[in-house]
């Protein structure tokens, strides 16, 4: 089957799920020989395998080489065995199969969809288990794909949100290994060498680091095979180290970044949640309430609606094993910047003060578990969900109640947590921008 029919059965799923209930079938889960922790669900409405491989190893775990879970990652899919990577992604597209890798701070992944088919399926699920057990790491590719991160690196400081991004993280995190970009810098990935990125896959590309996600067109005997085989030829190594405590901040901060671009970005947050807190749910909806639902959010209806300050202004938790950040995020005129800034955080403060209503957390509820459906309508998705279930060992569950755990929160505990975990006044604010005028800065003090 050819890579355009694949893509079209990919089209297909969206059809399968729409029509049917949004459950989804029981998650299975068990442990490989070595020790790499699978969850599986059958899907055997179209003859697709998606798998997602997830190990603890995001640029946490650079340990002051900034860039190498990145490079590592990058690096891993050029060549494995005696296959290289041309002779790789040859061999995938005459079966119809789909890669792909990533990292983020957290955790680094690879992917593969592939046809059901005996015979596809076998080719392509042996290239990948070749590839996560015996990655060549070619030097070819290694000078390459550091030209291509410090390319990327320059390219970067072009651009207002991706600076502000960086300085917000670096800022924020200080000496935690959260600060650790999963870009890198120019002398972190300038002083990378191969046997750093050998040393890497050695120590966090192991069974015991991972979690394997399967969702297709398979039965529970054939998916123990199919994650035996992946498992079987990485070594078994132990789990990643645990991450640290994240500090809390004490006091408010700000940095101001000078840059002549004629929109002014403004990044405003603290340490927010870890993925498994007991106030997920109700941080999840009051922020959904603040400035998580788009245009029809309090920030929106404050800074674009009432005063057209910005085009889109936003909050968001980003939960990590840690506590990841809570950051609410503007790009204003450079003329407004000061006062839509000022104006972010009073409605922040009066969201505090006066908590979330009741008609207001009724529509939260209304919009998240309406488009829930969205969320698990195809086997990727699905495979994305087992991983990161996986990963942060959520309940097997969490699919099938998360629906139920959203209606069940009460206004009475988003407004406690969030009084609890979210201070306006304490708060770094990372600002990228032309220089602030006298003008600018006094206009903030009287924008009511």
């Known amino acids: 089957m050819t890579l355009q029919k694949l893509r079209f059965l990919a089209v297909l799923i969206l059809f399968v799920f729409h029509g049917t209930s949004q459950a989804v079938p029981a998650i299975q889960h068990w442990i490989t020989n070595n020790g790499a922790r699978v969850y599986f669900v059958p899907a055997a409405e179209i003859p697709i395998v998606d798998v997602r491989v997830v190990f603890d190893a995001g640029s946490a775990r650079d340990h002051g080489k900034s860039g190498l879970a990145t490079l590592t990652n990058s690096l891993i899919i050029h060549g494995a065995g005696k296959l290289d990577y041309n002779t790789i992604s040859e061999r995938l597209d005459q079966v119809g199969a789909q890669m ?114 399967i969702v297709g067109d398979l039965d529970r005997s054939n998916a123990q095979t199919l994650a035996e085989k992946l498992s079987s030829g990485m070594k078994s190594g132990k789990r990643a180290e645990s991450i640290p405590p994240v500090p809390t901040l004490t006091e408010a901060k700000t940095v101001h970044m000078e840059h002549p671009s004629t929109q002014t970005h403004i990044w405003m947050g603290q340490p927010g949640m870890s993925r498994t807190e007991k106030d997920y749910f109700p941080l999840y909806i009051g922020n959904h309430t603040l400035g998580g639902s788009g245009l029809v959010s309090l920030l929106s209806e404050e800074v674009r609606e009432k005063r057209g300050f910005a085009y889109s202004v936003y909050s968001y938790f980003s939960p990590m094993r840690g506590k990841g950040p809570y950051e609410m995020v503007l790009q204003t005129k450079n003329e407004h910047a000061m006062e839509a800034m000022s104006v972010m955080r009073d409605t922040a403060r009066d969201y505090l003060a006066s908590g979330i209503t009741k008609e207001q957390l009724k529509a939260s509820k209304q919009n998240i578990t309406g488009g829930f459906a ?34 069940a929160v009460t206004q009475e505990q988003v407004n406690d947590a969030f009084r609890r975990r979210v201070d306006p006044d304490k708060m770094l604010t990372v600002i990228v921008g032309p220089k602030m005028t006298e003008k600018n800065t006094a206009s903030a003090a009287t924008h009511r």
Not at 380 to 387: D, H, P, Q, S, T
Request: charge should be neutral; aromatic fraction near 10%.
């Open 374 to 407: 969205l969320r698990i309508d195809s086997n990727k998705k699905i495979a994305e969900y087992l991983a990161m279930i996986g990963f942060y060992g959520l309940p097997l569950d969490y699919l099938n109640n998360f629906i139920s755990r959203v209606e």
């Open 100 to 213: 792909d890798a990533g990292a983020l701070r957290d955790m680094a992944w690879l992917s593969m969809r592939t046809l059901s088919d005996e015979a596809k399926l076998g080719e392509s699920m042996g290239i990948l288990s070749l590839i996560l057990s015996k990655p060549l790491f070619p030097d070819n590719a290694f000078n390459r794909e550091k030209k291509v991160m410090l390319v990327g690196l320059a390219a970067e400081k072009q651009k207002p949100s991706a600076i502000a991004e960086r300085a917000f993280m670096k800022h924020l995190y200080g000496d935690h290994p959260y600060a650790s970009s999963p870009n890198g810098t120019v002398d972190s990935v300038n002083s990378i060498q191969p046997a750093d990125v050998r040393a890497f896959y050695d120590r966090y590309y192991v069974a015991n680091n991972a979690v394997i996600a």
